[in-house]
């Protein structure tokens, strides 16, 4: 069974810094393309990055580009998000996804990825 659990989570005052680990198991992770995705309370879901597979590059939403930093590990099967300059707005329930089939116009589609681990909690407050 494909398992995902992020981690990292916490509270963090606005211009911090937090980085949030995922760690992979049941799979071959490196035959999957790996999205970070949050859910702001009481708003819909949002892919900040997408780590595709095989090298395909890394992409980032608009309102984290040049703030968050994804990477992936395919030899120890972990995946990263380092976020920067967090904003009160960035405060959601983050997840690490995966899909074995994840083409290239939806990889900003949360639907699109067919696998889920439990969340993280990110809070930016003063």
């Known amino acids: 069974d494909v398992q995902l659990q992020a981690s990292g989570g916490g509270l963090v005052r606005p211009g911090g810094s937090l980085t949030l680990s995922c760690v992979a198991s049941?799979?071959?992770?490196?035959?999957?393309?790996l999205g970070w995705i949050r859910q702001v309370p009481g708003k819909g879901l949002e892919v900040v990055s997408c780590?595709?597979?095989?090298?395909?590059?890394?992409s980032y939403s608009d309102s984290v580009k040049g703030r968050f930093t994804a990477s992936r590990d395919n030899a120890k099967a972990t995946a990263s998000l380092e976020m920067n300059s967090l904003k009160p707005e960035d405060t959601a329930v983050y997840y690490c996804?995966?899909?074995?089939?994840?083409?290239?116009?939806?990889?900003?589609?949360?639907?699109?990825?067919?696998?889920w681990g439990q969340g993280t909690q990110v809070t930016v407050s003063s």
């Open positions: 996804a995966a899909s074995s089939r994840l083409i290239l116009s939806s990889i900003e589609v949360p639907s699109a990825y067919n696998d």
């Open positions: 049941g799979f071959r992770f490196y035959e999957y393309d």
């Open positions: 780590l595709r597979k095989q090298n395909g590059g890394t």
